[in-house]
């Protein structure tokens, strides 16, 4: 489903300056947000979606973005008060953005990614392609998202095995190549190990930044 996005100036420099720091695009940051927040905020008043766009903002604040099916599904229990899709959603949007500002990580300017290579089970390869096709979510991004935002476990972390490794590329800012490797080095894993386990963690439970 094609959805246009459109934000307050403030709101909108809010969503760049997130994408900035995790060296992802803007597109990416919104999806990210549509599949974590789903849930939090699924009873918002009609009053707090209706936005006071003026058109100077709209024109230059908008982003038209295909999101998945599936995710779109997953709204049908809000209260959409017959908004059109585009109206709900930049409602929803800005609504997450302001609730949120502070908890996000951000940066002026963009984080370039490099590329790196890891091998992967393929059991997991297949669970980041379904998880992409439902979400439009790519690997790259969860990973930059659970290294950034995702607490370290007390205790004893879940036990990990390989079964079918093969090499799998991703694209990741120096800042979470680091954190990666330092979380590696605390969970006394390998970073794959820790990327295999950080992909389960982020679908059984939405990781959110500030904690579970």
Not at 78 to 101: M, Q
Request: glycine fraction near 6%.
């Amino acid at each position: 489903m094609k959805i246009t996005f459109s934000f307050t100036d403030a709101h909108y420099q809010e969503l760049v300056e997130r994408a900035h720091f995790m060296g992802v695009s803007r597109t990416a940051v919104i999806l990210l947000h549509l599949y974590l927040y789903e849930g939090i905020f699924s009873d918002l008043s009609l009053e707090e979606l209706q936005l006071d766009l003026n058109p100077c903002e709209v024109a230059r604040n908008s982003i038209q973005v295909l999101v998945p099916d599936p995710l779109v599904s997953k709204y049908q229990h809000h209260k959409t008060y017959f908004l059109s899709g585009s109206a709900y959603f930049t409602g929803f949007l800005n609504v997450v953005i302001e609730k949120t500002t502070g908890l996000w990580h951000t940066r002026p300017t963009l984080q370039e990614r490099t590329p790196t290579t890891l091998s992967l089970d393929q059991r997991i390869i297949d669970q980041v392609e379904d998880f992409s096709k439902e979400t439009g979510l790519q690997f790259s991004v969860i990973a930059a998202y659970y290294v950034t935002y995702a607490p370290l476990p007390l205790g004893t972390p879940r036990s990990y095995e390989a079964t079918d490794k093969v090499q799998f590329g991703l694209r990741l800012t120096d800042r979470a190549h680091y954190q990666l490797k330092e979380r590696a080095i605390r969970k006394k894993m390998k970073p794959n190990q820790v990327l295999s386990l950080g992909f389960q963690d982020f679908m059984d439970k939405k990781i959110l930044p500030g904690g579970y």
